[in-house]
């Protein structure tokens, strides 16, 4: 059996601006992924106002975590290693998604927003395998993580409609729909990757996920409760609006928690461990007392 | 960019001096490496430790005193600030002059006959590597009470220094590692201790084979590269060492395990025993009787024609035994041979005994035995540069705790008996002794080697008859007067019982003189305040020191109590040869030997002076040129005297010399001195060079050979000599009604029997009015090779690597006892002992024994910058110096009973 | 040709000499170790073994630092040594957290050891161009290049073999080319049965350690 010699430890490079970013960038990008399933590829309000406010929220993402690097002003260097690097895809994604959009913005067309979506699609992807690749960090290093973070950008994006939603997305009437079957998903995948096979370090740390306060946020307040409140909105229309707003702040708020706690306390570097030690003894053993 | 490497050594250990160069960049000193010009020559290849590597920023640590301070607040208090003003070198010189010269204007000695000028270095046999010429100084001034302790005999071997000397000329005690093939270390930490070359030594023979097994409380570095760990309740060695003994001498048929030749000629195991417990003696030569088996019949141990002493069994025999004072016996009753006393001595010490104190399982313990003798190879000889010598790969190791304080007699006895059993004494593969301390010439082990009475080695011991005691101590420490085997050489006034002079600084004993402090106390490199036991107590002390000199590298805790800070040039910044090679203390075993140079590597960085130069220039101000050269051209302080019959490099006394001059002198002479005339090398050639080597016999490594030529014996088993000692100490100070040293004098045992040993620290508690169960604990310390001498505290870089090693900086605690307590990792816990408390935080480990509590090294600043910030408890804090805890050496241990719980 | 180190465990002490040997080679700032030796504990009181664990960059064959770094800063030698090229690093972190072996550190900026300012020594040595990067261990390829040009042996003359080695006081460190089945690595690695870390990785790391 192998023996542990080096405990796990939390990792401390990417911290809080981070979490911002696959927040963000995955809000922003899966808002419009969600819209363009919703409303197709015409420029309805849904999709305009996805249009503005994605970009806006993976631009932010990405200021956001150029903010955490070493040399900020070296950002663009990133963009260099795309044949290996999932960073640089994300980068490449992410941009292209900007660059689209702002397009789109200035001479409306079409094909930039019939582009803009498997870019997006690509980013939210991205950013699963950017984590998914990190062979130190026993919780990311997890097939999963790609299908997660795409259900996470998903239901997120459907938060950020449903919260935009009485700002002017008239034609939003499956929004809410939709968010409650995103939530499902969601909280399918959570569940799943809590369940994910893995080492005693792994299982450790996933376990972090049953814990109360990861109960409370992540699925209680962004799951269950969107979900009690968009059946509400239904049951009662007038309170609709407010209620398909509420469940897009609880829909956020639990994905933000959940991806802080993957990147930040989640974020444990696997023990260091040896094959085959021997464990040396005193020999003849009668220390009872 | 010009890039210089310069060539220095290092002593900032005791397992030293090491070699090394400092990269030098276009004038800044930006690095150290190896010298590997001395791959060759040096036992570890010229490779230098962690503690070298901070050199440089020991030379630029911006937080050092850069240049003389004078105190300006009188009132001395840990909660004054002394309010340091900078004065000028010749300001600083003036003010010590002037206190200089007012002791001479009174007298050097005081009204109790103690010397008005005290000086104390610290760092155990480091100082005189870094102190330059200032020996000579104090040779030159006359009577210097140099025994007022900063934490020897707590902090050291003592006891092996002062016995290791007196069995077989081992001040310290080591293994012949590279010929041993089993170990059995009672807490001997030497991977962490040893320095490079044990280190390196130690490596080797691990990977080569060697067995070493770990016997101690906590798991230390040794521990972690041995093969075996056995825990241990803490000062219970003695009593697994003779049930060791017990198992060897009556569990097996000791006639065959047994170097039966070696017993009967190399010891005084056949020395017939009288009623009185002296030996028989012939009453005409006065010379040791032992039965001759094949006349049946007593002769002198020394009779040419004995063949076969009897070593077990009851002889009728007549003659005389003289005891203490000359007292006289004349006998015609049954005598036995030491050895016979021994086996019976032994034989309650089962290992059923040795289990239920030491918590050690019998089986270990027979097993520990079984091996010994097992790797023992008696009989068995090897080849040492063409000459043919025992090879007995077996070896006992003491580490400090288990060598000083109570019980360090009886462990030191037993484990030179285990090798004395099995003729694993000062031969190839057993164990050996380093060096001399006090014994002389200091420099050659062997050469110390002389014929005494009874076919002993002469020891230099201090006299206890009559007409010869010192009753009027000399000096505060009293070495003289109380401790006989301290002896009498320059390193004594260390060795004694060192913490005397704090102890009886405000409660002084009957019928002792006044107690005084010096009139000025000149200090180098030590910080008492810290390294002493009850540090609490030591400060209390300072406070009252009337003037204090300080030589001094930062702030610290005890040179806040000073009145004058002199900045010493440093390691990397102050010129002096100092002797390297052959062997030294703890594992340096070289065959080569040879000087090897310090030199300044670039300018200093701060208005600092070579220790040299200021030694002169006190001379000269106090009006001792002439005494103080003349001291160095006996060779005081510089290792070699500058004129002999075959050389002359005499300085003119009646001019000061400059610090290159000087040592320009001595690289000379001491390249003649080494080659027998041949070869001369001056200052300059030692800077390019750094070190001049001669070959060192690997023979020399052992006393064997000096013994053998000389026909002598060691003083093992019995101990007739030291009981005689012992009795006519008791005698003198009875003649003065001195009492208070009753309970030392109970050490003087011919055979020592065990006492109950820890129950002597358990009972510090009832003196201060507590139960002993309050305190569950015992509290250790243990080496941190990082901070070891403590020098380099206040440098950050050590503490950077250091934090990688469990223990700095924090409590290390039984993770089961911790839980017991409620306390988990990193939790803030107090220490609380009969006598003080601190704190300090929890780092739980499996590798400690249930029922002890380990702090690294010695820590606990509050002045010294960085070392303040560690948060580090130490045991000094909560040690109680007490007359009670000290042996009949002076010393005593590092443990402590608290009890720790959560803060 | 590629460098490896076999370091054996029977020997090393955990003294942390080459842990600043390398820290002064390489003039790291406070707080930064590109290698230091870890402190273990195996096992339970009374059966308990410490080990000491000289932990560095393994410089992986199969290195994941190396294809997630998004600039191509890290990158591998045909030697196999794994090096940081500080002038394309951003200091995103993301090869650290892809290093299994916790080999990599970020130095965030000028680091001085006292308050004051770099004392004489750090100001001759500061690496301005490391600030905001990533780091690490380089097998002292700076040494072990040099040597080569002027027709050293790396792991065998001192001048062309990483600092730590030559520093270790226990010579528990080993270097040399793993390619070469008579090398002293190679042969230590064949005759003592040297394990790696973590073989799970997958990660084919070029430091081996000695166990029994
Ligand atoms: S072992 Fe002692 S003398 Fe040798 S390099 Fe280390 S500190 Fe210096
Ligand atoms: S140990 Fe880490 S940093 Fe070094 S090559 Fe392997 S993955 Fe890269
Ligand atoms: S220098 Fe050698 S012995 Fe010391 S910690 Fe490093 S590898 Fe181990």
Not at chain 2, 863 to 889: G, I, K
Request: proline share 7%; with cysteine.
């Amino acid at each position: 059996m192998d023996t542990e010699l080096l405990s796990p430890m939390k990792q401390t490079l990417w911290g809080r601006l981070a979490v911002v970013n696959f927040f963000l960038g995955g809000a922003g990008a899966g808002a419009y992924l969600v819209a363009v399933s919703l409303a197709g590829f015409s420029p309805t309000p849904l999709v305009r106002l996805a249009l503005i406010l994605g970009p806006l929220l993976v631009l932010a993402g990405f200021l956001s975590v150029a903010v955490e690097a070493g040399r900020p002003l070296r950002g663009p260097k990133v963009l260099r290693r795309v044949e290996t690097s999932w960073m640089s895809r994300e980068s490449w994604a992410g941009g292209a998604f900007i660059a689209l959009a702002a397009l789109d913005f200035v001479a409306p067309w079409v094909g930039w927003r019939l582009a803009a979506a498997p870019v997006a699609l690509l980013f939210v992807l991205a950013q699963g395998w950017v984590l998914s690749n990190c062979r130190g960090v026993l919780a990311w290093n997890v097939p999963i993580l790609p299908l997660l973070f795409l259900a996470s950008a998903l239901v997120s994006g459907a938060g950020v409609l449903s919260l935009a939603a009485p700002f002017g997305s008239g034609d939003a009437d499956r929004l809410p729909l939709a968010t409650a079957a995103l939530i499902l998903l969601s909280g399918f995948a959570w569940v799943a990757y809590s369940l994910w096979p893995g080492n005693r370090t792994f299982r450790q740390v996933v376990g972090g996920l049953r814990e109360d306060s990861a109960v409370l946020g992540i699925f209680v307040v962004g799951h269950l409760l969107p979900l009690a409140l968009l059946v509400l909105g239904r049951r009662s229309p007038a309170l609709a609006a407010a209620a398909a707003a509420l469940a897009g702040i609880g829909v956020l708020s639990g994905q933000l928690q959940a991806k802080a706690r993957l990147i930040l306390k989640m974020g444990v570097l696997r023990p260091i461990t040896i094959a085959s030690l021997g464990v040396r003894t005193t020999a003849e053993i009668a220390h009872g007392k | 960019m010009t890039v210089e490497r310069i060539p220095v050594y290092c002593y900032q250990c005791v397992a030293g001096p090491d070699l090394l160069k400092v990269v030098v960049r276009d004038g800044v000193a930006v690095g150290v490496e190896p010298n590997s010009d001395f791959a060759e020559i040096h036992p570890a290849c010229g490779k230098v430790c962690v503690r070298a590597y901070g050199l440089i920023q020991k030379l630029y640590n911006p937080n050092r005193i850069k240049t003389p301070m004078r105190r300006t607040n009188p009132k001395k208090a840990r909660t004054e600030d002394p309010g340091w003003v900078e004065i000028s070198w010749d300001e600083a010189l003036d003010l010590l002059t002037e206190r200089l010269k007012g002791i001479r204007a009174k007298g050097l000695l005081d009204e109790s006959g103690y010397p008005r000028l005290a000086a104390t270095f610290g760092s155990g046999g480091i100082a005189p590597a870094y102190l330059g010429t200032f020996a000579a100084f104090l040779a030159a001034w006359g009577p210097v009470d140099q025994g007022i302790g900063s934490g020897q005999g707590v902090k050291c071997y003592h006891s092996e220094h002062l016995y290791g000397e007196f069995w077989h000329r081992a001040f310290t005690v080591a293994a012949d590692v590279p010929r041993c093939d089993y170990v059995l270390s009672f807490g001997y930490n030497g991977d962490a201790s040893g320095g490079v070359t044990g280190v390196f030594r130690h490596a080797e023979a691990r990977v080569r084979g060697l067995t070493w097994v770990q016997v101690e409380p906590h798991l230390s570095i040794t521990g972690a590269g041995a093969a075996r760990w056995v825990p241990i309740r803490p000062k219970t060695d003695a009593a697994v060492l003779f049930a060791l003994l017990h198992v060897i001498l009556h569990e097996t048929d000791w006639r065959r395990t047994c170097d039966i030749p070696f017993l009967e000629s190399m010891t005084n195991s056949p020395y017939l025993v009288g009623p009185h417990g002296y030996y028989l003696r012939d009453p005409e030569s006065g010379k040791p009787l032992v039965w001759d088996l094949d006349r049946d019949r007593p002769v002198p141990f020394d009779d040419p024609r004995l063949a076969h002493p009897a070593l077990e069994g009851k002889f009728l025999a007549a003659g005389v035994e003289v005891g203490a004072d000359g007292e006289r016996w004349s006998v015609a009753d049954s005598a036995r041979p030491a050895f016979s006393l021994l086996l019976h001595h032994l034989l309650p010490y089962t290992p059923e005994w040795a289990e239920g104190v030491a918590d050690v399982p019998a089986p270990t313990i027979r097993r520990m035995a079984r091996e010994y003798l097992e790797h023992a190879n008696v009989g068995g000889t090897t080849d040492v540069e063409g000459t043919t010598l025992p090879h007995r790969p077996v070896a006992v190791l003491l580490g400090k705790t288990v060598t000083n304080g109570w019980g360090g007699y009886e462990c030191c006895w037993a484990r030179t008996v285990m090798a004395a059993l099995v003729g694993a004494l000062e031969v190839p593969g057993g164990i050996l002794g380093t060096t001399v301390r006090l014994n002389r010439p200091a420099v050659n082990r062997l050469d110390s080697v002389k014929p005494g009475p009874d076919g002993f080695m002469a020891q230099p011991l201090n006299p206890t008859s009559r007409e010869k005691w010192q009753g009027q101590p000399h000096i505060r420490n009293a070495y003289r007067t109380l401790v006989p085997l301290a002896a009498d050489s320059p390193w004594s006034a260390a060795l004694g019982p060192a913490h005397l002079p704090w102890l009886f600084m405000d409660s002084p004993p009957e019928h002792w003189p006044a107690p005084t402090l010096p009139d000025v106390w000149i200090i180098y490199r030590t910080n008492p305040a810290i390294s002493n036991w009850e540090t609490g107590r030591i400060e209390a002390g300072l406070e009252r020191f009337p003037f204090i000199a300080a030589f001094a590298y930062t702030q610290d805790e005890t040179n806040w109590y000073a009145d004058l800070l002199l900045p010493e040039a440093t390691d990397l910044e102050s010129l002096q040869l100092y002797r390297i090679g052959g062997t030294k203390y703890i594992e340096q075993y070289w065959d080569h030997t040879g000087f090897a140079l310090r030199q300044p590597v670039t300018a200093p960085p701060f208005d600092t002076r070579d220790i040299t130069d200021i030694a002169t220039e006190l001379a000269s101000r106090c009006g001792l040129l002439k005494e103080y050269i003349g001291a160095i051209n006996r060779g005081a302080g510089v290792g070699v005297p500058l004129r002999t019959e075959q050389y002359d490099f005499a300085l003119d006394p009646a001019s000061a010399p400059s610090a290159e001059v000087v040592w320009d002198r001595v690289c000379r002479a001491a390249t003649r001195s080494l080659t027998g005339g041949l070869a001369e090398r001056g200052v300059e050639w030692f800077k390019t060079h750094g070190a001049y080597f001669v070959p060192f016999s690997e023979k020399r490594y052992y006393l064997h050979t000096a013994m053998k030529a000389q026909g002598l014996r060691y003083e093992l088993p019995y101990q007739e000599r030291i009981k005689r000692m012992g009795a006519e100490l008791a005698n003198r100070l009875h003649e003065r009604a001195i009492t208070w040293w009753d309970v030392q004098l109970q050490e003087y045992q011919p055979l020592p029997a065990w006492k109950d040993f820890p129950d002597i620290w358990a009972k510090v508690a009832v003196k201060h009015g507590r139960r002993p169960e309050e305190f569950p604990l015992w509290l250790l310390t243990s080496r941190s090779m990082q901070y070891s001498w403590g020098a380099n505290v206040s440098l950050p870089i050590l503490a950077d690597v250091a934090r990688h090693v469990t223990g700095h900086f924090g409590l290390m605690l039984n993770r089961g006892t911790a839980k017991r307590l409620g306390i988990q990792d990193g939790d803030l816990v107090e220490i609380e002992s009969a006598t003080g408390r601190t704190r300090g935080h929890a780092i739980l480990r499996e590798g400690v024994r249930p029922d002890v509590a380990v702090a690294l090294q010695q820590f606990g600043h509050w002045a010294t910058p960085v070392a303040r910030d560690f948060d580090m408890p130490s045991l000094n804090q909560v040690s109680a110096m007490d007359l009670d805890l000290t042996d009949a050496t002076g010393s005593s241990a590092d443990v402590v009973k608290v009890a720790v719980r959560r803060a | 040709m590629r460098w490896g180190m076999v370091i054996d465990l029977k020997r090393c002490v955990g003294c942390q000499t080459c842990t600043i040997a390398c820290k002064q080679e390489h003039a790291l700032p406070a707080g930064i170790v590109w290698r230091f030796v870890a402190d273990c504990e195996v096992g339970e009181y009374p059966n308990v073994r410490r080990l000491f664990l000289p932990m560095q960059c393994m410089h992986c064959a199969n290195p994941p630092c190396v294809p997630v770094c998004p600039t191509g800063a890290s990158r591998q030698r045909s030697d196999g040594i794994v090096f940081v090229d500080y002038g394309q690093c951003v200091g995103c972190g993301y090869c650290a957290l892809a290093c299994p072996y916790r080999a990599r550190h970020l130095i965030h900026e000028a680091q001085w050891y006292f308050p004051g300012g770099p004392t004489p020594s750090e100001a001759a040595t500061n690496q301005p161009e490391r600030h905001g990067v990533m780091t690490k261990c380089t097998f002292c390829l700076n040494r072990v290049d040099a040597g080569l040009a002027v027709g050293l042996k790396p792991g065998e003359d001192a001048a062309a073999t990483p600092m730590c080695s030559v520093a270790c006081i226990a010579n528990a460190i080993h270097f040399g080319d793993l390619d070469d089945p008579e090398s002293p690595v190679a042969r230590l690695i064949k005759d003592r049965g040297a394990v790696r870390l973590l073989p799970e990785c997958g990660t084919d790391p070029s430091v081996y350690y000695l166990t029994e």
